[in-house]
C-alpha cells in the first residue's frame, strides 16, 4: 500500500525536464566586428549544433562589457546564459568601475576558446619604424602619445609603463570605431590581432611595429616580438573564454564545457578562429579556465596600482 502511494506520488511530480530544452543566450560585451564577434558566432553555432538547442547572440558594448556583465548576472544560475568573458571586465575593475558584481566570484567557468597576442600599429604620418624609434618620437615631441583601445582598458598602461612614455587612453565602444579612428589619423596607436589589420599594413595605411606576445606571428614573421625590440614587459595577449552564473549546476556546466572544446576541436571552426589571427587553446577543465581568469584578475590590479589608480 505504501509502495502504490509512493508511486503515485513520483507520477504526480513534474518531470524532470533533460537539459538544454531550451535556447540559450550568449552576451557579448562588445559592439559587432572584431574578434569578439567572430568567436562568439563560431563558438554560439558550434555549441547549438552539439547541445541541440540555437545559442543567441547579444551584442551589447561599452565600459569594457560591465553593462553586458550586469545584463547577465540578473538571469537564473541555471546554464541558459552564457557570457563571452575577456579580460575587459578585469581591466574595468582594476580602473575603478563601479559594477553590481564581483568580475571572478559572479561567474562559474566553462572554458577557454581563444587568444591572441596583439600587434602595435600606428598610424603612417608618425615617422617610426621600431618601437625604439617610437619611444624617441613620443619623448622629442613633448605630447602624449594617443593610444585608442575598446572599452575601458589598461593597454594603453602597459605601453606607457614598458617604453616609459607618456600616453593618453582615448576609449571606444568597439574595435570598429578604435580602427577607424586610426585610419584616420585620429589617434596615433592601438594594438589589435594583426590578421584583421593585415590587409592596412600591406596597402601602408597602418604601420605594425612589433607583436606583443611571446611569439612572432606566421601571418607576419618579420615583425619583431616587443621583447625582441627591447620591451620585453609589454605583453598584450587578448584572451576569451564562455562563463556562466555562478552556483550553475556542475553537470550543466560540464555539458556546455564538453560542446566549447568538441567545436573548437572542429577543422572548420577552427579554421575561422586562425584565419582571424587568434590561437585555438581550450582550456583542460573548467577549474583550469578559472584559475587562469583569476590570476588576469590580479594582474590587472597590479598595473593599474603601480598607475596610482587603485591602492
Same mark, same amino acid.
Do not use: C
Given at each position: ?13 513534474? /518531470? ?43 551584442? %551589447? ?45 559572479? @561567474? ?19 615617422? /617610426? ?80 611595429? /612589433?607583436?606583443?606576445?611571446?611569439? %612572432? ?9 616587443? /621583447? ?23 553537470? !550543466? ?16 571552426? !577552427? ?28 594582474? @590587472? ?7 596610482? @589608480?587603485?591602492?
Amino acid at each position: 500500500m505504501i509502495r502504490a502511494a509512493f508511486a503515485l506520488l513520483l507520477l504526480a511530480l513534474p /518531470a524532470q525536464a533533460e537539459f538544454p530544452d531550451r535556447p540559450f543566450r550568449l552576451i557579448v560585451g562588445y559592439a559587432p566586428g572584431g574578434s569578439t564577434d567572430i568567436i562568439a558566432r563560431t563558438v554560439a553555432d558550434g555549441i547549438g549544433q552539439r547541445l541541440g538547442q540555437q545559442v543567441v547572440v547579444e551584442n %551589447r558594448g561599452g565600459a569594457g562589457g560591465v553593462p553586458a556583465a550586469a545584463v547577465a548576472v540578473q538571469n537564473e544560475a541555471d546554464g541558459y546564459t552564457l557570457v563571452l568573458h575577456t579580460q575587459g571586465l578585469n581591466q574595468a575593475a582594476a580602473v575603478g568601475t563601479r559594477m553590481p558584481f564581483h568580475p571572478v566570484d559572479a @561567474w562559474a567557468p566553462i572554458g577557454l576558446a581563444a587568444t591572441g597576442a596583439n600587434a602595435l600599429m600606428i598610424h603612417p604620418s608618425i615617422p /617610426a619604424r621600431s618601437m625604439r624609434e617610437l619611444q624617441a618620437w613620443v619623448r622629442a615631441s613633448g605630447q602624449p602619445l594617443r593610444f585608442g583601445t575598446p572599452g575601458i582598458g589598461l593597454s594603453s598602461a602597459v605601453f606607457a609603463q614598458g617604453m616609459e612614455v607618456e600616453m593618453e587612453e582615448i576609449r571606444y565602444r568597439g574595435t570598429s570605431a578604435a580602427l577607424a579612428d586610426l585610419l584616420a589619423g585620429r589617434v596615433h596607436a592601438y594594438t589589435i590581432a594583426l590578421a584583421g589589420v593585415l590587409p592596412y599594413v600591406q596597402s601602408g595605411q597602418l604601420r605594425a611595429l /612589433a607583436i606583443a606576445g611571446p611569439r %612572432r606571428s606566421r601571418a607576419m614573421p618579420e615583425l619583431p616580438t616587443t /621583447a625582441e625590440a627591447g620591451f620585453p614587459t609589454v605583453i598584450m595577449v587578448s584572451w576569451f573564454g564562455l562563463v556562466t552564473l555562478a552556483g550553475t549546476p556542475p553537470d !550543466r556546466v560540464a555539458a556546455l564545457f564538453g560542446a566549447l572544446n568538441a567545436t573548437l576541436a572542429d577543422p572548420v571552426a !577552427r579554421e575561422k578562429l586562425e584565419a582571424a589571427g587568434l590561437d585555438v587553446d581550450p582550456s583542460a577543465s573548467p577549474a583550469q579556465f578559472g584559475a587562469m581568469y583569476r590570476a588576469d584578475f590580479d594582474r @590587472w590590479m597590479v598595473v593599474s596600482r603601480q598607475q596610482g @589608480w587603485t591602492r
